[in-house]
């Protein structure tokens, strides 16, 4: 081979290698920028719904609270109402706080949200079960002591989806 030859090929090569090397730089110092990027992206997505999840984990709180036995008796009490028009107001209160806050369930866990709704049913179900332990035309003091009594003798679902909010408010800090 003749040195023009010798000294193209010598020169290509430095020359790949050369464009290599920058490749290699080029493509990491990309990657780093992107990984910053999507980490800047990812604070600033939690930055906006970590607010939000709160709140929605409060307000399932909220919806714990005040379908509980001993709050719906004594905010749906009525001396003058029959056990069956209580019991009718219990499960409505009860339907229509869970639908108020079903919206809630696309910022919890989907573990927290069968808790809550698994403590939805439990209240209907003791509330159902009480109903049916008394005698319909009689008083409403007569099923919202039931209730009550009911409530004190079993752990209702309600106290674990409570300690489940909190324990995944702890989890988000």
Not at 42 to 55: C, E, W
Not at 89 to 101: C, G, K, P, T, V
Request: charged fraction near 20%.
């Amino acid at each position: 081979m003749d040195t023009f030859t010798q000294l193209l090929i010598a020169s290509l090569a430095s020359g790949l290698m050369l464009f290599g090397a920058v490749y290699l730089v080029l493509r990491r110092m990309l990657a780093a920028e992107s990984e910053r990027r999507n980490i800047a992206l990812i604070k600033s997505t939690k930055d906006i719904t970590l607010p939000l999840r709160l709140q929605a984990h409060e307000r399932l709180l909220m919806l714990m609270e005040r379908i509980s036995p001993e709050a719906l008796v004594l905010r749906l009490r009525r001396p003058d109402a029959s056990n069956a028009e209580l019991h009718a107001e219990l499960i409505a209160a009860i339907r229509a706080e869970f639908e108020h806050n079903l919206s809630q369930q696309m910022y919890v866990s989907t573990e927290l949200w069968s808790a809550i709704v698994l403590a939805k049913n439990g209240v209907i179900t003791a509330c159902n079960t009480c109903a049916q332990q008394v005698q319909p035309q009689a008083p409403s003091i007569q099923l919202a002591q039931k209730l009550l009594e009911y409530h004190v003798a079993n752990e209702l679902p309600t106290s674990n989806a409570i300690l489940q909010v909190k324990k995944e408010v702890a989890r988000l800090f």
